[in-house]
């Protein structure tokens, strides 16, 4: 009699089972006689006895009459998803590679950072790719490797100016002006420069603070500032920040009304005297006209 014995194991490791169980999956078969029959069967047991699964497995019957181990064996091999992060901290610009690290080939693997797909394994760090990486097993996200850090060194970038009170400075008011920019390092130095609007002289260094203080602004701190942030990485300006400081719009628009104002007025006196000038002139005329009647009447006479 030929019998094939078919062991499907699932071994649920890290669970609480208690000691062993096993499942027959057809505990009553019946064959006729010189066919060929397939037992089925489960099992599970606790983790506890044993510390990993790793290693050979036998088989072994038993009947109510006698029991035989196999000589031969298979070889179970456990293994985990690690993932690798090389190198774990670069600069921007840099190459980085994730290594997917499972002893057996069975499984296609993927990866992940922060829960988004990564397209490629290999690829120039930006410091956008800053974050943790994962991979796991194709279509089986339950089956996945702990998450390894990348960090991504870069300049300063994004430098930019934050002003406490936007808009035109009264003189004597206080402003703060504050420069802020994404680094890797932080940035830790910075120097602040202004600039005339008119002339084109080079810029005047007028601080070296994260922010510049101005505690009583006056006419002269009217100018274009920016901020150059560094870190040890390098350095990169901020664009062009105006600030005013003097009279105020309204000011300007009631000068330019005043202005307005004068215009209107000169331009109706001009009227006037052209009109003045020209109702005299009109007046001539009609003199001139009875002058001629005059004279016609004369010579007609
Ligand atoms: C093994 O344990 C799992 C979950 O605890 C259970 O679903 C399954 O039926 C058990 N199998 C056997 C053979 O006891
Ligand atoms: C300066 O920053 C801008 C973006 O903020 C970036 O495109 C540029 O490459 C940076 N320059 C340097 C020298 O880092
Ligand atoms: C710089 O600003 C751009 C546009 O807002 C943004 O996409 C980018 O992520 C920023 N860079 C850093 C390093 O924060
Ligand atoms: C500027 O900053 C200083 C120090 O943080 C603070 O005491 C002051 O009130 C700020 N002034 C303005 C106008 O924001
Ligand atoms: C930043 O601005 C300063 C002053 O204008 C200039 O000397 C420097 O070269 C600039 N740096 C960069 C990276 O553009």
């Not at 410091?127 to 390894?148: F, I, K, R, T």
């Not at 430098?159 to 004597?172: D, Q, T």
């Not at 105020?248 to 000038?277: D, M």
């Amino acid at each position: 009699m030929e019998m094939i014995a078919l062991l499907v194991l699932i071994m649920k490791t890290g669970t609480t089972v208690s000691g062993w169980s096993v499942t027959f999956e057809n505990p009553n078969p019946c064959a006729l006689k010189g066919s060929s029959v397939e037992f089925s069967c489960s099992y599970n047991y606790s983790n506890g006895e044993i510390v990993e699964d790793t290693g050979h497995y036998y088989f072994w019957f038993d009947t109510n009459m006698y029991g035989r181990r196999s000589k031969t064996s298979l070889h179970l091999y456990v293994t985990e998803l690690s993932a690798r992060v090389y190198p774990k901290t670069v600069r921007a610009g840099d190459n980085v590679t994730l290594e997917c690290g499972v002893s057996c080939q069975l499984f296609t693997t993927v990866w992940f950072k922060d829960g988004r797909p990564v397209a490629k394994p290999g690829f120039q760090a930006q410091a956008e790719d800053a974050g943790n990486y994962l991979c796991a097993v194709e279509g089986n996200m339950a089956m996945q490797s702990d998450p390894v850090a990348l960090e991504v060194q870069y300049p300063p970038c994004n430098v930019s100016i934050e002003v406490s009170h936007p808009g035109r400075l009264a003189e004597g008011s206080s402003v703060n002006l504050t420069c802020s920019s994404a680094a890797n390092p932080a940035a830790h130095s910075y120097i602040w420069y202004r600039r005339n609007i008119s002339s084109s002289g080079s810029p005047l260094q007028v601080g070296v603070e994260h922010m510049l203080f101005l505690p009583s602004v006056e006419a002269s701190d009217t100018g274009l500032y920016l901020c150059q942030a560094m870190n040890s990485l390098g350095g990169n300006n901020s664009t062009e920040v105006l600030l005013t400081v003097g009279a105020s719009y309204f000011n300007h628009f009631i000068f330019l009304v005043g202005i307005g104002v004068k215009v209107v007025i000169v331009v109706l006196l001009a009227l006037v005297v052209i009109w003045a000038w020209r109702c005299r002139s009109n007046h001539s005329a009609v003199d001139k006209k009875e002058h001629d009647n005059d004279y016609e009447n004369v010579t007609t006479a």
